[in-house]
């Protein structure tokens, strides 16, 4: 990896990242609602069924908790359904928030993940808020994968973060959890950073 001063641009993955997650916390939501193969379909890195078609844009919110409810037998709500969802994060430690905004004076900083219109509409603004800003005051621009219909590891969401962020890859040093995604980014030209569990960003940099 080159030093960090070469480059121009760093780009941070959100969950194990910047925020915190508790994948178990959101399967045993799930499971307590009645939504019995919780486990199977919420994974760490790639979600699968209804999940990952939130994720991936292929379907709505409303189409999604649908879905779900056809594996519940008792009713849930809307509020019940996205709660449970919202279990999976944690919260942002303040200090990665002025870690982002002082990064932000020397270079440009960017979002790039798989994420869905629900938590990002919610609890992920949120807790982007606890300074007393938003989103957008900690990032120059940001690509999910449920704008961009495609998600990591996949090429087409690098491809897309390259033309929509109008960066170029050698600038820029990709900060992710997931080796797979990395492995991506790297055969486009990225610098990358795996951020180790119980690791800040931080101590990277």
């Known amino acids: 990896m080159k030093r960090i001063c070469q480059y121009k641009n760093l780009l941070f993955d959100l969950g194990g990242v910047v925020m915190d997650l508790d994948r178990s916390k959101c399967v ?40 779900l409810r056809r594996h519940i037998s008792s009713t849930v709500s809307d509020k019940q359904l996205d709660d449970a969802f919202n279990q999976f994060l944690l919260g942002i430690p303040k200090h990665r928030l002025e ?51 495609c998600a990591k590891p996949g090429k087409e969401i690098f491809e897309y973060t390259i033309s929509h962020l109008n960066i170029k890859p050698e600038e820029t040093l990709f900060f992710d959890d997931s080796q797979k995604n990395l492995d991506t980014a790297s055969e486009f030209g990225f610098g990358t950073q795996i951020i180790e569990p119980g690791k800040e960003f931080a101590d990277y940099l």
């Open 28 to 67: 045993d939501a799930f499971k307590a609602l009645g939504l019995t193969i919780a486990d199977e379909l919420l994974g760490l890195y790639v979600q699968d069924g209804p999940f990952l078609k939130l994720e991936e844009g292929e379907i709505t919110p409303d189409d999604f908790r649908a879905e």
């Open 99 to 149: 870690s982002l905004r002082n990064l932000r004076k020397n270079y440009k900083i960017y979002l790039l993940s798989n994420t869905n219109s629900i938590m990002f509409e919610s609890k992920i603004k949120d807790c982007f808020a606890i300074e007393g800003l938003n989103i957008e005051s900690y990032f120059d621009g940001m690509i999910t994968s449920y704008e961009a219909r």
